[in-house]
Structure formats: structure tokens, C-alpha cells
């Protein structure tokens, strides 16, 4: 399966999309009511099939009569979200986590909804037919086998976007293999620190955009509520944000071809994010390991280089990459430090990238990590 986004011409055509979207989130509240009203009565869910059935029941009524005018695959996708949702709180909840029930959304931030075979068709060109109207796209690439599903979607500015699942599988892409090999530890100052001295330098577009952000959240926030001057801020405010999640997946997109075109096997730490985000807060989120890691293991997929992952408990850091030794004492603020056992003085992200390139040689999915000495490239 491969999935193609394009974005829609804006027009006033669109607002009948608009309307669709808020009419198909007034669906989601009111299944999510019957759904809190039902589970504090009877403390379980209403199934899928039950919920269906009320809806086709609603709408016979001159209250909910508007509602004959959404896709009925559409509604059905709703309340299978909605199904899911309660599925996974209530296995989660049988093994002790903590799991939230799904929640209310406000129109405005309801963002999509999605037909299945009916109910959309592409036309020739860059044309697609959604109901009984037909909308004009960017075509950036031409739709590769059967179309399957479409989304529509709008974002915080209000454009409208189109992503369609299309039955197709891409051919992987040739690439010349170069027999390289280099493990690469995450940082803050440095995005990547090879251990063969590969060093990316971490763009950070949110910290760099942060005054412009700032002055329009003033902006913003100094207007009348419901004004049209506040949402001429409030789309300011959205455009810019927008731009830096283009520009963080722009960064991430590249470096994960470059990585690819250049190593045949790449080495990583698993990450632990919620300890990281405690303690450096937003510019983790900043940086977006976690979404540059699954673009990475997709573009390697495609070219067939490997992905190899150590545990994320393993002393990297503070593990001597020369002799083996591990000091304890070593901290956060601590950037370079020296070994006590053999005196090689290391720098801490060369150090750490080392031992993860020495630990990936024999780390297999599934087993354990292994302290055996690798030689190291470096």
C-alpha cells in the first residue's frame, strides 16, 4: 500500500468540506455522550454494530436530518475510531496502565474525515470528485494503482489536503552499496555524533523562530475574542507554526536519504524519550527524534540498508570505548571526561557513538546486548 497527499485549490467550493468535517464532528460528540453515559451505567461500551444502528435510527428524525447528508462510510469510520478507542482503554486497563477514555473534540478542531470505496472518484488530470462536487489538486506525482480509501483533511489554517491509499507496492530503490558502517548517538548541540566523526549539527527551527512566535502570540492574545481580528492572528500564528513543522520534516526527510546513500548499516540507541522530555522539556520535542527515526527506518527499508538498534539501558556515555571501563560518577554536565583506568580522554558523544557501533556488531533483534570489543572504524 502507498499513500499520496495532495493539497486542494483553495476556493469557496471548499466550505461544503468545511461543513462536512463539522458536521461529521458533531457525529463523534454525540457517540462519545452516549458512549460516557452508557460506561458510567453499565461500565462498559456501547459496540460498534449497537452504535451504527442508533445513528441510522437519528437520522429519520427532523433533529439529526442534516446528518443524511454525510457519507454514511464516513459516519461508520467515526464510530470504528471511536470503537477502537474504547478497545485499547480497556485492554490497557487490564494490564494495569493508565489509559484515557476518547474525548470530546470542539469543531474547529476536528480536522477530517474519511470515505472508503464510495463516495469519492479520481477523475483524469488533477481533478477528484467527493460527493457531488469535484475539486482541483497540486498534482505533484502521478496515483500508482487502485485507489483504496481517501481522507480529507484541513489544518489549523484551513487548508484542505487530500491523502489517498492507493494498492500499490514500490519498487525498492537501487542504491550501490558502499560497505560502510557507523553507529551515531542523539544530542542536543550535535543532532547526530558519528563514530567515525560524521557529525550533524541539530537545526533547532522552533528555538530560532521563537521571537517571531512570541510577538504573534501577543498578538494574538491582545485581540477581542471572536473577532475577526483575532483569527486574522490566529492564522498568523498557525502559518508560522506550520512552517517550522515543514521545515523540522524537510531536515528529517533529507538527512534519512543522506544517512541511507552512505552507510549500508546504521546503529542507533533506542531513545527514552519521556526521560529526555523531563528533563530538556520542548526542545526534544524540538528536534523530533522519534519522527526522524521512522522516516530513517523507512527510507532504509526501501534501500536496504540495516537498522540496528542497542538497548537503551546500556551505559553508552559513560562506558570507556578504549577499555571497557564504566564510570559511575559521570554526569550530565560533564562533556569530556577522562578514563581512570587507561587515561584516554574522551569527548562524550564521540564516546558514546564508539560503544554503540561496538555494542551494534552484536546485538541481534531479540537478544540481549553484548559488551564484546568490536573494533571500531575510528
Known sequence: ????????????????????????????????????????????????????????????????????????????DVVARIDKGYKAMFEARAQGKAWGRPRFKPRRKYKSFTLLQAGWTLLPGNRIKIGKRIYSYF??????????????????????????????????????????????????????????????????????????LKRANGNHSRKQNQSNNRERARLDLARKHRKIERQRNDFHW??????TDEYDEIRLETLNLQGMKALWGRKISDLGFADFVAKLKYIASKKGVKIVFIDKWYPSSKTCSACGAVNETLNLRDRTWQCSDCGTNHD????????????GASTLDGEDVSGTPVPCPC
Open 348 to 359: 562524550r558523544d564521540r564516546n558514546a557513538a564508539m560503544n554503540i557501533y561496538r555494542v
Open 254 to 259: 533529507k538527512l534519512a536519504h543522506h544517512l
Open 139 to 212: 498534482k505533484s506525482r502521478d496515483v500508482f494503482g487502485k485507489p483504496k480509501r481517501c481522507t480529507i483533511k484541513r489544518d489549523a489554517v484551513g487548508d484542505v489536503y487530500i491523502t489517498i491509499l492507493a494498492d500499490y507496492e514500490a519498487p525498492n530503490l537501487k542504491r550501490v552499496m558502499t560497505g560502510k558502517i557507523a553507529g551515531f548517538d542523539f544530542g542536543l548541540k550535535r543532532y547526530l555524533t558519528g563514530s567515525n566523526g560524521h557529525d550533524i549539527d541539530s537545526p533547532l527551527f522552533f528555538k530560532r523562530s521563537l521571537n517571531a
Open 1 to 76: 500500500m502507498k499513500t499520496y497527499k495532495f493539497k486542494l485549490y483553495s476556493n469557496h467550493g471548499n466550505r461544503e468540506l468545511h461543513k462536512t468535517i463539522d458536521g461529521h464532528a458533531w457525529v463523534w460528540n454525540h457517540c462519545i455522550a452516549l458512549q460516557r453515559r452508557y460506561y458510567a451505567i453499565y461500565g462498559k461500551h456501547i459496540s460498534k454494530f449497537r452504535l451504527i444502528n442508533h445513528i441510522s435510527k437519528l437520522k429519520r428524525l427532523p433533529r439529526f436530518a442534516h446528518w443524511n447528508q454525510l457519507p454514511s462510510q464516513a459516519i461508520q
